[in-house]
T-cell receptor, first 113, second 116 residues
Framework: NAGVMQNPRHLVRRRGQEARLRCSPM?????VYWYRQLPEEGLKFMVY????????ESGMPKERFSAEFPKEGPSILRIQQVVRGDSAAYFC???????????FGPGTRLTVT | AQSVTQPDIHITVSEGASLELRCNYSYGATPYLFWYVQSPGQGLQLLLK??????LVQGIKGFEAEFKRSQSSFNLRKPSVHWSDAAEYFC??????????????FGKGTHLIIQP
């Protein structure tokens, strides 16, 4: 059973460009979570999605950030008009049910130049 | 809102020595607690979890953790560390009250260094 897949693993964007991060959950998992890890800090929750629904986006910045988990295909975290402060590692996790452990992907390391 | 404190930013231990990483949480109800490990440039791997039942939980790689409600702690232990244990360790708490689920709340991590 393949683990959580994230791509790209590394992404470089210039200020003002858009960044699209993809996450394919483990087979059979319908719960997806996105986290951001800044240097010297732990992981911060951003958004929790189920298929076609955003359940909780309380950790997501109000502007420029959006997430989706369509009926078919991977979950996408989209950052518009990136700024230097968006440089971070972005991790996706999936879970098979509401109350359970979360399985993490390898992360996407975003660098904004 | 829940919070997690890992008081030790760095810990250095000699190979073969015992290890204890501290974790304190703040949460109103019975917490769901986790320890994850992260190697450089990698994702997080679950070491162990506590949902209910026996307060001493066993995990992978020889790790164990003890839930102490009176101290709001969930410390991670290993009797004898190996050089391959050098990594970043994160304690986390989950909020599943009411059957809903939110993201996990993580501590800032403890960086474990193993001396030969």
């Amino acid at each position: 059973n393949a683990g959580v897949m994230q791509n790209p693993r590394h992404l470089v964007r210039r200020r003002g460009q858009e960044a699209r991060l993809r996450c394919s959950p483990m087979k059979g998992h319908s719960h997806v979570y996105w986290y951001r890890q800044l240097p010297e800090e732990g992981l911060k929750f951003m958004v929790y999605l189920q298929k076609e629904n955003i359940i909780d986006e309380s950790g997501m910045p109000k502007e420029r950030f959006s997430a989706e988990f369509p009926k078919e295909g991977p979950s996408i975290l989209r950052i518009q008009q990136v700024v230097r402060g968006d440089s971070a590692a972005y991790f996706c996790a999936s879970s098979p049910r509401t109350i359970d452990e979360q399985y993490f992907g390898p992360g996407t390391r975003l660098t904004v130049t | 809102a829940q919070s997690v404190t890992q008081p030790d930013i760095h810990i250095t231990v000699s190979e073969g020595a015992s290890l204890e990483l501290r974790c304190n949480y703040s949460y109103g109800a019975t917490p769901y607690l986790f320890w994850y490990v992260q190697s450089p440039g990698q994702g997080l791997q679950l070491l162990l979890k506590y949902f209910s039942g026996d307060t001493l939980v066993q995990g992978i790689k020889g790790f164990e953790a003890e839930f102490k409600r009176s101290q709001s702690s969930f410390n991670l232990r290993k009797p004898s560390v190996h050089w391959s244990d050098a990594a970043e360790y994160f304690c986390a708490v989950g909020d599943f009250v009411g059957g809903g689920a939110d993201g996990l709340t993580f501590g800032k991590g403890t960086h474990l260094i193993i001396q030969p």
